[in-house]
Structure formats: structure tokens, C-alpha cells
């Protein structure tokens, strides 16, 4: 299954389950490992997969004429805006829902309009493996005499919570404390191949983003 951005793991952010965005740092607790104070790791990462906006499918622009690529021809700039992830993660099966805004603005301010747009939703383990894909339709309504127009989407993702959950030992040799002097003691344990292997095959992501064609794309990277 192709996906659509430049890569997975290139993130416009990770959200820490409210609406603003903001850099992995200040995620540590959704999905994150943390450097504690002290010798040794603090995991704070939880079963619930990350939620992301892949880089250049956060933004779609809609030219009329179709072909024309002036600025003068921009007919509609629609954004994905105010994403909001809620997971319960209680049961054997992680459930991700995302509800996310779309803000739109058009070029001229006319007739009340109705645009259909499309997005999709993917669901991405260890940030390369596409586990699955759905795409969907989110309708823009712009009011008669104005140049605004907003809608409203969802996505939602599954996953097994055995697959999110690291294994014990995994677990206990992240997050064991450390004596200063000791032979391990200086040692980042994310850096040990089996150790972050593990980490990345216990990582999800759902990511949403409109379903771009390859020149609306490749328009986006150009910009």
C-alpha cells in the first residue's frame, strides 16, 4: 500500500491529546520515552498510538482553472486545524478516535457552497509499516457571501494491545536504575540494537491528512 506523504515519519507533530500541536519534547507522556533526572530512563509511553499530521498533506489548494497554477487562479486553500485525539485504551483492543476541523477559504465571496474533500487515515507501526488505510470524504460549507467555510472529520484506528505493550524485559532494562560508577551506568539503553528494535515495533501512529493527488503533492513540497 503506497502512502501519500514524503515519508511516515516526517511529522508536521505529535499531539499530546489536545488540540494544539507540539514537538515530540513535550509529548513524553503519549507514547514517548523520557530521560528522567537521574541514571536510567522513566518510560512514560502509553498503549495509544500517536497522532500526527504527515508533512505536506496538512494543506490542500484547489485551482480554477484546473490547469492553471498562477496564484490569481488559487480557487479554494483548505487546512486540517484542530486535531483532537481520545483513546480508551481499557480493553485488549486500543481504540484511537480523531476528530479533526478543516478551515477553508475561497477566492470569491458568492453563492452558499458545498465542497466535498477527501482524507485519509493511517495507521503506521514502527514508522514505516503501513498496518492499514482508509480513506474518507469531509464536506466545507461556505455561507452565501462569505469567503470562509469550515467542516468537520474523524478517523479512528485499532490496535492490539499486546503489539503496544513492550515486553518485560524490554521494559525493566530501559527503566532500571543506575549506579553512578556502575559498568552499564553509562550506557543509553535505546541505544542497544535489540532494545530499540523493540521500542520501534511497540510504536504506533495514526495519521490523517488530505488525499492528495500527486501534483497537489508535489505542489505542497514546492511551496
Do not use: W
Not at 47 to 73: E, K, N, Y
Not at 204 to 223: D, K
Amino acid at each position: 500500500m503506497m502512502f501519500t506523504s514524503s515519508s511516515p515519519r516526517k511529522l508536521i507533530a505529535v499531539l499530546c491529546g489536545t488540540a494544539a500541536m507540539a514537538t515530540a519534547a513535550g509529548c513524553a507522556k503519549d507514547n514517548d520515552i523520557e530521560v528522567s533526572g537521574g541514571v536510567g530512563i522513566t518510560a512514560t509511553r502509553s498503549a495509544c498510538p500517536a497522532v500526527a499530521v504527515p508533512m505536506h498533506t496538512g494543506d490542500i489548494t484547489l485551482f480554477d482553472p484546473a490547469t492553471s497554477r498562477d496564484a490569481s487562479a488559487i480557487d479554494v486553500v483548505a487546512t486540517v486545524t484542530n486535531v483532537k485525539p481520545t483513546c480508551n485504551d481499557t480493553g485488549e483492543k486500543v481504540y484511537q478516535l480523531v476528530d479533526f476541523d478543516v478551515m477553508a477559504t475561497r477566492r470569491d465571496a458568492g453563492p452558499a457552497r458545498t465542497l466535498t474533500l477527501p482524507y485519509f487515515s493511517t495507521v503506521v507501526q514502527g514508522g514505516t509499516a503501513v498496518v492499514a488505510k482508509r480513506i474518507g470524504q469531509v464536506s466545507v460549507t461556505f455561507p452565501e457571501g462569505q469567503v470562509r467555510g469550515t467542516g468537520h472529520g474523524q478517523a479512528s484506528a485499532y490496535v492490539d494491545r499486546a503489539a503496544a505493550t513492550l515486553p518485560a524485559d524490554i521494559q525493566e532494562r530501559i527503566t532500571r536504575k543506575r549506579k553512578a560508577g556502575e559498568e552499564d551506568a553509562a550506557i543509553d539503553p535505546l541505544s542497544i540494537p535489540e532494545v530499540r528494535a523493540a521500542v520501534q515495533r511497540a510504536s504506533f501512529e495514526l495519521l490523517v491528512g488530505f488525499q492528495l493527488t500527486q501534483e497537489q503533492l508535489e505542489y505542497n513540497v514546492r511551496r
